[in-house]
């Protein structure tokens, strides 16, 4: 069999051209305006956003059960991993095409626009036939052919810091989105490793600000991996709503003892309800300061 054209071969070997004007990057505040990017009927960069869902889509009525009680309690996007990248690889590994399957269909029937995992270059085309959002996972932060890969998709993109990167290399790894042509990138602070093990990371919702005030790309938090405990996920959502991201992502399961991958820091639908009325609550009060934020940087 001939080998697959690889998806490296395909672009050009050159460094991207030299952007806008000289020394400023395309990530960079004095690039441009805030971005707003829109997924289906929902809109990030401006209000607040949450997308909520199973780490994973393990069945049809996992998935469809989970998807109704977050689109009831308010969430604006659906979340379902169909590759999951597990540290064993003889934990769950997602289930593939007919998860993707499943989250598309369980988009169409609540209305909510739906947000998976591509991990692989070879993937993103057809990911992003299933998907209204990819999301680079912690783990694929650097993976550079990755990110070529979805520069050049039609899709906007998640892309999760990694756990040991810093502010300016996640900032690096936008770049190579934006340098593509895709103007539509959100981030997520997920949490980074550090000497602390009784939380799974340590959200770094200083990053989060940090990248507020240096990028015009929407920053959105994900205290469910930054923490890795379903008791602290409500706690640093606000805090996170405090420290003025855009968005949040939670993971929800109908019942989370049984969850097949991240069953510890799973909220149940009941738990979602009570954390959404809250965020609203606090994000209507801190509404008026938002303006004044977003002009003073
Ligand atoms: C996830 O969102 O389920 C996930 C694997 O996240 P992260 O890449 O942040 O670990
Ligand atoms: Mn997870």
Redesign the pocket.
């Known amino acids: 069999m001939e080998p697959r054209e690889s998806v490296a071969a395909v672009g050009s070997a050159e460094a991207p051209k030299v952007h806008a004007k000289s020394g400023v990057r395309l990530v960079d505040k004095e690039a441009r305006p805030r971005t707003l990017v829109r997924v289906g009927s929902a809109t990030v960069g401006a209000g607040l956003c949450v997308i909520a869902g199973p ?2 889509v393990e069945s049809e009525e996992q998935l469809l059960e989970t998807a109704r009680a977050v689109k009831r309690a308010g969430a604006d996007l659906l ?1 379902g ?1 169909a590759f ?2 597990r540290t064993s690889p003889y934990d769950f590994q997602g289930l593939g095409l007919e998860g993707l399957r499943l989250l598309a269909a369980a988009g169409r029937e609540t209305g909510l626009p739906v947000v998976t ?1 591509v991990m692989d270059p070879r993937d993103v085309s057809w990911v992003a036939d299933h998907a209204d959002l990819l ?7 650097q993976n550079f052919t990755l990110l070529k890969e979805v520069g050049r998709c039609p899709r906007p993109v998640l892309l ?2 990694g ?1 040991q990167a810093t502010l300016d290399e996640w900032l690096l790894c936008a770049e190579y989105i934006l340098a593509e042509g895709n103007p539509n990138v959100i981030l ?1 602070e ?2 980074i490793r550090t000497f602390e093990r009784y939380t799974r ?1 340590t959200l770094d919702l200083s990053a989060a600000a940090a990248v507020l005030e240096r990028s015009h790309l929407p920053v959105i938090v ?1 205290p ?3 923490t890795g405990r379903a008791s602290l996920v409500l706690p640093m959502s606000l805090a996170a709503v405090a420290a003025g991201a855009h968005g949040l ?1 939670i ?1 929800v399961h109908r019942r989370p003892a049984e969850a097949l ?2 069953a510890e820091q799973a909220l149940t639908p009941e738990q979602f309800g009570t954390l959404m009325v809250r965020v609203r609550g606090l994000a209507a009060f801190m509404g008026a300061g938002a303006a004044e934020r977003e002009g003073g940087r």
Not at 135 to 141: F, K, L, S, V
């Open positions: 780490c994973s979340r991993g999951k990248p995992e999301q680079i996972g912690a783990r694929n932060m999760k810091r756990m997520c997920r949490g990371n994900d469910t991996h930054g992502m993971e991958s991240d």
